[in-house]
C-alpha cells in the first residue's frame, strides 16, 4: 500500500489527465479537473489533507476524491488563493476510509509542489 503519511512530491503518481509535471517535478493543471491518481492510498486513521502549493493572481483548488476522479467522494477540498508562493493549506478529513485509489483533482492556476495525510 502506498504510504501518504510522508511528503509526497507532487509528480507522485500511478497515473495522470490533463496535468503536466515541470522541469521541477511540480504539477500543473492544463485544463481544470486534470487530476493524479494514486493507486492502492492507505488512508486508515487520515484526519487531515495538507498540500504546499503555488498560485498565480486568481488561485485555484485540489480536491481529494476516492475512487473516481469524475464523481468519487470528496474526502477534502483546498482553496488556494491567488498570489502566493510554497503556501501551506489544510482541510480535515471527517471520515473513515481503507485502501483506496485517491484522485488529487486540480483547478485554476496553481502549481503542487506536494501533498500528504496527517494523522
Not at 494514486?38 to 492507505?42: S, T, Y
Given at each position: 500500500n502506498f504510504n501518504a503519511f510522508e511528503p509526497v512530491p507532487a509528480a507522485t503518481m500511478h497515473s495522470s489527465i490533463n496535468v503536466a509535471v515541470t522541469k521541477n517535478?511540480?504539477?500543473v493543471p492544463v485544463k481544470d479537473g486534470g487530476y493524479l491518481m494514486?493507486?492502492?492510498?492507505?488512508l486508515k486513521g487520515a484526519k487531515k489533507f495538507v498540500i504546499k502549493a503555488n498560485s498565480e493572481k486568481e488561485g485555484g483548488n485540489v480536491i481529494l476524491k476516492k475512487d473516481n476522479a469524475a464523481n468519487g467522494e470528496i474526502i477534502a477540498k483546498i482553496d488556494i488563493p491567488g498570489g502566493k508562493k510554497a503556501i501551506e493549506l489544510s482541510s480535515e478529513i471527517t471520515k473513515d476510509f481503507d485502501v483506496s485509489q485517491i484522485y488529487l483533482v486540480l483547478s485554476g492556476n496553481i502549481e503542487l509542489l506536494q501533498w500528504q495525510l496527517g494523522k
Open positions: 517535478l511540480t504539477v494514486i493507486k492502492a492510498a492507505d
